[in-house]
């Protein structure tokens, strides 16, 4: 059985990144009358290992070229955009359920990492990100 400190900041944190995102969801469809209005927060997942932490990030619909990763000793910004099929009208759409647009997220991490050693793949659609803690290279 594993024992896990209750952390009540860790739990408001979480509870605010939530309501973040239900708002942004929210506001972002009344922005224009079409799917090309819209933006979305992709889901995400964000865990550590003894050597790592990892971030992996759906992204279905999203052309690896669209995506662009910033990293510095303790945060992780990833920007991109979901582009609308090409040629389609709004006023084809029979529903639209996905959002389309610009999506901008960043990931603060509790202890440092190297920014000169972050990797990142990109493989069916989810994008996956591993930070290595910093001083934990070669010989460390």
């Excluded at 990100?129 to 460390?140: F, N, T, Y």
């Amino acid at each position: 059985m594993t024992l896990r400190r209750y952390d009540p900041l860790r739990d408001l944190l979480t509870l605010q990144e939530r309501m973040n995102r239900l708002f942004e969801e929210s506001l972002a469809r009344l922005d224009g009358p079409g799917p090309e209005y819209a933006h979305f927060s992709p889901a995400a997942d964000v865990f550590e290992t003894p050597d790592q932490f990892v971030v992996e990030m759906e992204l279905p619909g999203v052309s690896e070229e669209d995506v662009e990763i910033v990293a510095d000793e303790r945060r992780l910004f990833v920007r991109g955009v979901r582009r609308q099929i090409e040629g389609l009208r709004p006023d084809g759409f029979h529903r639209v359920e996905r959002a389309y647009g610009a999506f901008n997220r960043h990931f603060e991490f509790p202890a440092a990492i190297d920014p000169e050693q972050v990797h990142a793949t990109f493989e069916d659609g989810v994008l996956r990100v591993e930070l290595p803690r910093a001083g934990r290279g070669e010989g460390a």
